[in-house]
């Protein structure tokens, strides 16, 4: 099967790190999103990405279709949970997808008052999660599984933008951050981008254009928590 898809969208790697975790063989086809082939927008009547081509020929769209195929297509990461509970995990995945974008807004932002307050939708759905969070490696157990996969692309990129600003997008929430630690343990994160995908990352989210991007120069000590007030940076 084939992915069509762009280096950095998170709903790609979303995709891509099921495949991952289910040991599944796929190809990858990038885009620029700027200059949709018309062969791409003959398949996706969304004009977005992720796009799946089955073995069969057949082009799938929308993130949470996909993953819901693969995981019925091919075995379960976790086939004997109740349907209650597959239901239940579909809504925690959601609340991880639909916070994609939220992220991506987040971590383009110009200044910190933007930074702030973009990130405000994003930091209740990590105040969400962290309640549920008990004390296993992955959501729920010892075995990975649906929600993971959808919360580890958040989880990928907060640990980047920490790495290069000392701008913490997770914080003071100790169960997120050892979920955190756990799903970037497996290395899915990796395997499941392109090679040159931190460095694509950087050039769009992490530039001088950015309030992240700048973080080192401007100062980081709201970043890394030393602040009282709004105003020290």
Known sequence: MKIVSFKICPFVQRVTALLEAKNI????????????PQWFLDISPNGQVPVLITDDGQ???????????????????????????????????YLASKNYLAQCSAQRSPDQNVLKERSEKLGKAFDRIEK??????????????MVDIAWLPLLHRANIVEQHSGYDFVGERPKLKKWQKHLLGTGL????????????????????????????????????????TDTCC
């Open 132 to 145: 549920q969070l008990g004390d296993t490696p992955y959501f729920g157990g010892n075995t990975i599984g």
């Open 25 to 36: 063989p796929y190809e990858v086809e990038y885009i620029s999103l700027s200059d949709k």
């Open 59 to 93: 082009a799938l769209f929308e993130s949470d279709a996909i993953v819901e195929y693969i995981e019925e297509v091919f075995p379960a990461l976790q086939p004997d949970i109740s349907l209650e509970k597959k239901a239940t995990n579909r809504a925690w995945s």
């Open 189 to 228: 994160a990796e395997k499941s981008v392109a090679p040159d995908f931190k460095e694509a990352f950087s050039k769009f989210y992490l530039s001088d254009q950015t309030y992240l991007g700048r973080g080192r120069e401007v100062g980081n000590c709201c970043f890394s928590g030393a602040c009282a």
